[in-house]
């Protein structure tokens, strides 16, 4: 199957059934998220994991009653940091010199300026960045699942802030971005399972500069 194919084969699951998706599946989709680009490889979101049925319980209202919530075998909410730091960057640079055998320091022009340009935004302006990464992940986590032949249901529609409060994201110097369920559809009950995908035409979509 090409990526194109498992693209056109996914669509936003409105009821699955319950059925459980083997770990290594989701742990083939977690790794798609982590390796993910981000923004000078800041990588400044985490993806939760949830399984246990009482805990998916309490999420449940927070998102307005959907039910995939609790048929899903899995959820994973994105959750990026709240802002930037510059211990934060300090942590990151040195890591990513570590890894790669730089000399200690070899990072720090480039690490002051960007600690430069965040100190001068607000908290706001740091969760938009923060935010608009964890949606490059959270897009090819959409992808590998469909290239693993799990169906997967992309969640905004939930209160961030107390979905924040019930796990304790605060603490961590998270806020929640956007939740993506994973499970099996209800080919009985899943009333958007055979309405035809519908995206405008290339011809609409693409403005060709060329």
């Known amino acids: ?26 742990d083939y989709i977690i790794e798609a998220t982590r390796l993910a680009p981000t923004s000078s490889g800041l990588q400044p979101f985490k993806v939760i994991q949830i399984t246990d049925a009482d805990l998916k319980a309490k999420i449940q209202p927070i998102a307005f009653g959907q039910s995939q919530i609790v048929d899903a075998s899995h959820l994973l909410v994105f959750a990026a940091n709240d802002s930037y730091t510059e211990e934060y960057l300090n942590e990151v640079f040195a890591f990513s010199e570590k890894e790669r055998n730089l000399p200690e320091g070899y990072s720090n022009d480039y690490k002051n300026m ?14 938009n960045h923060t935010a608009r990464q964890a949606y490059i992940g959270f897009g090819l986590a959409i992808a590998a699942a469909a290239e693993q032949r799990v169906d997967a249901t992309p969640m905004e ?8 409060e019930l796990l304790g994201l605060e603490k961590l110097g998270l806020k929640s971005v956007t939740i993506l369920a994973l499970g099996y559809r209800d080919e009985e009950n899943d009333w958007n399972l055979n309405l035809k995908k519908v995206r405008f035409g290339k011809e609409d979509f693409l403005i060709n500069l060329n």
């Open 114 to 127: 960007l600690w430069n340009n965040f100190s001068q935004q607000t908290k706001e302006q740091h969760f």
């Open 157 to 164: 529609g939930f209160n961030n802030e107390q979905l924040d």
């Open 1 to 26: 199957m090409s990526l194109l194919q498992d693209l056109e084969w996914r669509y936003a699951t409105k009821k699955m059934n319950g059925q459980k998706v083997a770990q290594e599946k989701v």
